[in-house]
């Protein structure tokens, strides 16, 4: 059993920065493959972002490359997603998910285990 706690959204004015968190319970973080999604108002949800159980087997969308960085802190349970050089489009509800199969060694886009409750990110133009 996994809970998922997103923070750090905001509003900000294209071009800035944010920083994303999102805390995970349990002991089997460690063995989790970790990502991000978002969701856009009257689109589908968007894959971001995932990392693996090692902390650098990284996959990007290609929306995001070159100004979004995903990393993880085993240690502290939290997987992060810094959000440079911001953009209009980026705006959207941005989820946590946890892909517990195989012990962290891949994440599955249509297999998600767990999902946070979501935190806003608006960029004003």
């Known amino acids: 059993q996994v809970q998922l706690v997103e923070s750090g959204g905001g509003l900000v004015q294209a071009g800035g920065s944010l920083r994303l968190s999102c805390a995970a319970s349990g002991r089997t973080f460690s063995r989790s493959a970790m990502g991000w999604f978002r969701q856009a108002p009257g689109k589908e949800r968007e894959f971001v972002a995932n990392i693996l159980w090692n902390g650098y087997t990284i996959n990007y969308a290609d929306s995001v490359k070159g100004r979004f960085t995903i990393s993880r802190d085993n240690a502290k349970n939290t997987v992060f997603l810094q959000m440079n050089t911001l953009k209009p489009e980026d705006t959207a509800v941005y989820y946590c998910?946890?892909?517990?199969?195989?012990?962290?060694?891949?994440?599955?886009?249509?297999?998600?285990?767990?999902w946070g409750q979501g935190t806003q990110v608006t960029v004003s133009s």
């Open positions: 998910a946890a892909d517990l199969t195989y012990g962290g060694t891949s994440f599955d886009l249509e297999s998600i285990d767990y």
